[in-house]
C-alpha cells in the first residue's frame, strides 16, 4: 500500500513539474513554452510601447517571427561562419562573469595593495607638507630667475627669524590653491607623486623642519615637513582599488586566466567551455536561456529577412518598376517638384555646358557624368545640388523655378555664377521619383507573400488552452 502510494506520489509530482512550464504552441516541429512566449510578450509590450498588443493579437507577430527563424535554420544559416562569431561573442558576453568570483577580485586587490604599500614604505613613507612657491615661467629672463631666487630667499630667512609660514604662504605664495589653506597641500604625499627636486628635498626633511629655498620647473619651493606615516591600511583604500581594478580592465584579465585555466584542465577548446557553461547556467536562469535564445533568434532573423526582404526589394530594379507601374496611383504630391539640379559655375560658358552634359542621360546618372566631366582633375569648375525639391528645399530652386520673390540666395564662394536646370513634376513620373516609398512598399509586399509562404510550409499549432493562462498563472 505504502508502496503504491510512493508511486502515485512520484507520478503526480513529475506531471506537476512538466506542466509548470507548458507547451503554449509548436512551430514546424519545435515546441515554444509559456516562459519563452511570455518573456517574448511582455518584453515587446512593457511601459513606454507605444502600439501595445494583446496577447491575442500578439500570438500571429511571435508565429512569424519563429517560422522566419525555421526558415533560417532550414537554409543552414546558422552554419555560417559569420554568424557563429557573432553569436559567441554576445553569447561569452553573458557567460564570462560567471569565470570570476569576489574571492578572485579580492586576491588581486591585496596583490595591488601589497604591491603598493612595499613601494611606497620602502621609499620613505607618505609624507604631509605645506610649500611656498614663487613660480617662474619657462620664458623667464636671467633676471626674472634671480628676482624669483631672490625673493624666496628673503621668505625663507623671514622664517627663519620667526616669522609664520602659514601667513607668509597665504600671503606670497603662487600655488594659490594651496595659498589659501596657509601652505597645506591637503593630501598625503607619496613617491613619485611630485617633480624629483621637490620629493628630495622633502625627504629629507625631519618632522617640523623647513627646507632652503629648492628649484624645480614651476620655480621655488620653500617646503615644511609637517608629519610622516607609512601606507594608508588597506581597508580604508579597497573601495578605490575594486574601483582600480574594474576601470583598469583587470577584471577581464582574471576571467581570461580563469577561462584558459579551466579549459586546459577540463582538456577541451574554451569555446566548447562556453558552449558548456552557458548551457548549464540557461538550465538555472530562465531569463538568461531566454535572452541568449533571443539573440540567437534574431541574428538569424536578421540574415533571413536581410535575403529574402530587404536587400532583395533594395536591388530588384525590374520588380520595383512593375510594383510602381501597377500602383502608381497610390503615389502622389501634395504640390509640385522640381527634379533637377541647382548649380554653380565660375565660367558663364560652363552655364550652357553643364545643361548640355546631361541632356539625354538618365537622371540618375548625372552626378557621375558631370563630375567626370567638369570635376574630373584637382581644379573643380562647378558645385552641383542634385534631387528632387519641393518648395523650401532649396534657396535658387525657390527663386529661379517657383518664382519666389522674397528668397535670397546665399552666394556659393568662388562660383559666383547660379543656374538651375531641370523640369517640373505634378506627380511622380518614374518609381525613382519617390524611390524610398516605393522601395519600402515593395519590400513590405515581398515581406507578406513571403510569410504567407511559410504558413503553407511549416505547421503550427497553437494550445489555445494554455494560451489562455500567459500572465495569469
Known amino acids: 500500500m505504502r508502496l503504491k502510494t510512493l508511486i502515485a506520489m512520484l507520478i503526480v509530482g513529475t506531471s506537476a513539474f512538466a506542466q509548470s512550464d507548458p507547451i503554449v504552441m509548436t512551430i514546424n516541429g519545435t515546441p515554444v513554452t509559456r516562459s519563452e512566449f511570455e518573456y517574448s510578450y511582455n518584453k515587446n509590450n512593457s511601459e513606454g510601447v507605444i502600439d501595445k498588443k494583446t496577447v491575442d493579437e500578439y500570438v500571429d507577430l511571435f508565429i512569424n517571427y519563429k517560422l522566419k527563424v525555421a526558415a533560417a535554420l532550414d537554409a543552414h544559416l546558422d552554419t555560417m561562419q559569420s554568424f557563429k562569431k557573432e553569436f559567441a561573442q554576445y553569447r561569452d558576453q ?12 579580492e586576491k588581486e586587490a591585496r596583490e595591488i595593495y601589497d604591491r603598493t604599500q612595499h613601494i611606497v614604505d620602502s621609499l620613505g613613507g607618505l609624507s604631509k607638507a605645506s610649500h611656498i612657491l614663487i613660480s617662474v615661467g619657462q620664458k623667464a629672463t636671467d633676471y626674472e630667475r634671480n628676482q624669483a631666487k631672490l625673493r624666496a630667499d628673503s621668505i625663507y630667512y ?94 577581464d584579465r582574471i576571467i581570461d586566466e580563469n577561462i584558459e585555466n579551466a579549459a586546459k584542465n577540463s582538456q577541451i ?25 533571443e539573440y540567437h533568434d534574431g541574428l538569424l532573423l536578421y540574415e533571413i529577412s536581410n535575403k529574402q526582404v530587404w536587400e532583395k526589394g533594395a536591388k530588384d530594379e525590374e520588380g520595383l518598376k512593375k510594383y510602381f507601374k501597377k500602383n502608381k496611383k497610390r503615389y502622389t504630391w501634395d504640390s509640385p517638384r522640381f527634379k533637377g539640379m541647382a548649380y554653380h559655375v565660375k565660367d558663364a560658358a560652363d552655364v550652357k555646358a553643364v545643361k548640355k552634359c546631361v541632356k539625354g542621360v538618365p537622371f540618375d546618372q548625372w552626378a557621375d557624368k558631370l563630375r567626370t566631366t567638369f570635376n ?30 522674397d528668397v535670397t540666395v546665399t552666394p556659393v564662394k568662388d562660383y559666383p555664377i547660379d543656374a538651375t ?11 525613382g521619383d519617390v524611390r524610398g516609398q516605393v522601395v519600402a512598399d515593395y519590400q513590405d509586399q515581398l515581406e507578406k507573400e513571403w510569410v504567407a509562404q511559410l504558413r503553407e510550409r511549416y505547421p503550427v499549432n497553437v494550445n489555445k488552452d494554455v494560451l489562455s493562462t500567459v500572465n495569469k498563472h
Not at 553573458?94 to 577580485?105: G, L, N, S
Open 158 to 251: 623671514a622664517i627663519q627669524n620667526g616669522s609664520d609660514f602659514a601667513e607668509l604662504a597665504t600671503k606670497f605664495s603662487d600655488d594659490k590653491a594651496s595659498a589659501k589653506n596657509g601652505g597645506d597641500l591637503v593630501e598625503w604625499i607619496q613617491p613619485g607623486q611630485t617633480v624629483q627636486e621637490f620629493e628630495t628635498a622633502l625627504l629629507a626633511l625631519k618632522k617640523g623642519e623647513v627646507s632652503r629655498p629648492v628649484q624645480s620647473p614651476y620655480g621655488y619651493h620653500i617646503i615644511k615637513l609637517l608629519d610622516k606615516r607609512n601606507f594608508f591600511p588597506y581597508d580604508s583604500l579597497r573601495t578605490d582599488i575594486i574601483t582600480f581594478i574594474d576601470r583598469r580592465g583587470i577584471r
Open 421 to 431: 536646370y531641370g523640369k517640373v513634376l505634378k506627380k511622380p513620373k518614374e518609381y
Open 376 to 405: 574630373a582633375d584637382s581644379v573643380k569648375r562647378i558645385r552641383v545640388e542634385k534631387g528632387i525639391f519641393k518648395l523650401g528645399d532649396n534657396a535658387l530652386v525657390d527663386k529661379t523655378v517657383f518664382k519666389k520673390k
Open 269 to 293: 577548446s574554451k569555446q566548447q567551455l562556453m558552449e558548456n557553461k552557458a548551457e548549464e547556467m540557461a538550465k538555472e536562469d530562465s531569463d538568461l536561456a531566454n535572452l541568449i535564445r
Open 94 to 105: 553573458q557567460v564570462r562573469p560567471a569565470f570570476i568570483t569576489q574571492e578572485d577580485v
